[in-house]
């Protein structure tokens, strides 16, 4: 029997709400949402498996320069998500998910969501490499740094209707080597600006003023999740711009508008090797837990 979106969906659903931890990324929730045909779906009411081959995703959740589940990116091999619901774990049906898998070619990634044993276990057994961690980091909104002084020559403002061309060309240059975040399209960006939570202020761009027609130097994206809860959903410096404090500006802006927002706590992901974001993050005070580790397994 084929599951349905709306019965994958509510899988991932009571998964969430049992483990504390979203089984399936934001990339993998939109091609559910908006693009099924992009997704091909296995399993039964018990759990699923997922491919979604697309050449570019971006990623959930990334800053400057997201065995339950398992789920990814890729331009080269397209992206696995397994989900097992907890009263059928320990049975080994998260194996027989992946072995009944179409084909998964070399480079095919998959995301460990709380770098959970069961996966660590599988992926080692079916021949999946470790190769990326990130990082959740968070902070709670009180004491928080006030919003900085506007630099002369710096206009900022929230996104408005035409500022598109310039957000890409800034966030392709900033995350160029980003294997997600990097290849963000326009329709990547429609389909993110069409979801409940985007709000036009939330999206913080510091533009040159110098410039005819302006030129987009830095922006902070930021992301309501709850009434309480607020994201630093990406954070990106043109590198040509790099070198003025820029990311620490719109960082402390955007953490200043959630809390205008009467957000009580903020979180972010971060890749774990990006030592200079993690040691902005840490100067801000952001501080990671151990548990929250996201490990990324690619298919040798």
């Not at 660590?120 to 990130?134: D, F, I, K, N, P």
């Not at 959740?136 to 630099?151: E, G, S, T």
């Amino acid at each position: 029997m084929a599951l349905t979106v709306e019965q994958v969906l509510a899988i991932t659903k009571a998964t969430e709400a049992y483990d504390g931890v979203a089984p399936l990324d934001e990339a993998a929730l939109l091609t559910l949402r908006n693009r099924p045909q992009d997704a091909t779906i296995w399993g039964d009411v018990r759990g699923f498996g997922m491919l979604v081959s697309t050449g570019s995703t971006t990623g959930e959740d990334s800053t400057t320069g997201g065995d339950s589940t398992t789920g990814g990116d890729s331009a080269t091999g397209g992206e696995l998500s397994l989900v097992v619901l907890t009263q059928h774990r320990g049975t080994g049906l998260g194996r027989q998910l992946l072995l009944r898998a179409p084909d998964l070619p070399a480079g095919t990634t998959a995301w460990s969501h709380g770098d959970n044993p069961a996966a660590a276990r599988l992926a080692a057994g079916q021949g999946w490499e470790r190769t990326r961690e990130l990082w959740v980091m968070r902070r709670p909104v009180a004491d928080l740094p006030p919003a900085p002084a506007i630099p002369e020559g710096i206009v900022v403002r929230g996104f408005e209707p035409g500022d598109e061309a310039e957000l890409l060309r800034v966030n392709a240059a900033a995350f160029a080597h980003h294997p997600e975040q990097g290849g963000m399209t326009a329709a990547d960006l429609a389909e993110r600006m069409a979801e409940s939570w985007f709000d036009p202020s939330g999206l913080i761009m510091a533009w040159e003023s110098s410039t005819a027609g302006g030129r987009l130097l830095a922006f902070h994206w930021t992301k309501r999740h709850s009434e309480s809860e607020g994201e630093v959903y990406v954070v990106g410096v043109d590198p040509a711009a790099q070198g003025r404090g820029l990311g620490k500006l719109v960082t402390l802006l955007g953490l200043n508008h959630l809390a205008d927002a009467g957000i009580d706590a903020i979180h972010l992901y971060v890749e774990g090797e990006n030592t200079p974001a993690v040691r902005l993050y840490e100067g801000l005070g952001f501080t990671r837990a151990a548990a929250d580790t996201h490990v990324q397994y690619t298919r040798r």
